[in-house]
């Protein structure tokens, strides 16, 4: 299965700055394992924001659940999730 996912990163205002440098490398490695493993096929910046859109795929819902709770960052993101169908003319 196909999905949309469209996340936004709002990490607490007093974090100390190492623990934030800390948090992006481990997501990057995290997301390169990702990649590596199949199931983040894409990702896209927000311009402006904090925000990204990714193209993911899972055999389930549950275990796209895993994959996305399993970035270091995820205590701290505003996660939506659209599962995708191919369109007709695709098939």
């Known amino acids: ?4 996912v469209r996340f936004e990163t709002t990490l607490p ?3 100390d700055s190492e623990e934030v440098g ?5 997501e990057r490695k995290r997301a390169t394992e990702l990649r590596q493993e199949g199931k983040l096929v894409r990702l896209w910046r927000v311009p402006g ?8 795929k899972a055999a389930s819902t549950t275990e796209l659940h895993e994959a996305i709770a399993s970035l270091p960052q995820f205590p ?4 939506t999730v659209e599962p995708l169908a191919l369109h007709p003319q695709e098939l």
């Open 22 to 26: 800390r948090l992006k490398t481990n």
């Open 76 to 79: 701290w993101m505003d996660v």
């Open 49 to 56: 924001r904090r925000a990204v859109v990714g193209l993911w």
């Open 1 to 4: 299965m196909e999905f949309l």
């Open 13 to 15: 205002p007093g974090m």
